[in-house]
Nanobody, 128 residues
């Protein structure tokens, strides 16, 4: 599967952005999807994930209550709605896909190595 992320940009603190990740291929609904981010000089970190059906979602503690992940399998797209953005949310955001079961293991769903396919990343910059 090929992934194309979009929707990043420059926003003031407290603002909102919605990221999209469009996937190619007919098997999108068989993949769990995740969003990760990487700030300069830091390791890539887990942000959020959604099960293949969309019924289960998972969040990093730092974004819980502010970000919402969702998917539309009919459109082969996963979204990340980001509200109440903070300067520390500034990073390149990546979407990723995995065939692994992310529901049973925190370790599996937050580890970048668990994901098989990655998008190219989209820059999010939050000014103070």
């Amino acid at each position: 599967v090929q992934l194309q992320a979009s929707g990043g940009g420059l926003v003031q603190a407290g603002g909102s952005l919605r990221l999209s990740c469009a996937a190619s291929g007919r098997t999108f609904s068989s993949y769990a999807m995740g969003w990760f981010r990487q700030a300069p000089g830091k390791e890539r970190e887990f942000v959020a994930a959604v099960s293949w059906s969309g019924k289960s979602t998972y969040y990093a503690a730092s974004v819980k209550g502010r970000f919402t992940i969702s998917r539309d399998n009919a459109k082969n797209t996963v979204y990340l709605q980001m509200n109440s953005l903070k300067p520390e949310d500034t990073a390149v955001y990546y979407c990723a896909a995995t065939t692994r079961d992310i529901s049973g293991s925190l370790r599996v769903r937050v580890r970048p190595g668990s994901y098989d396919y990655w998008g190219q990343g989209t820059q999010v910059t939050v000014s103070s």
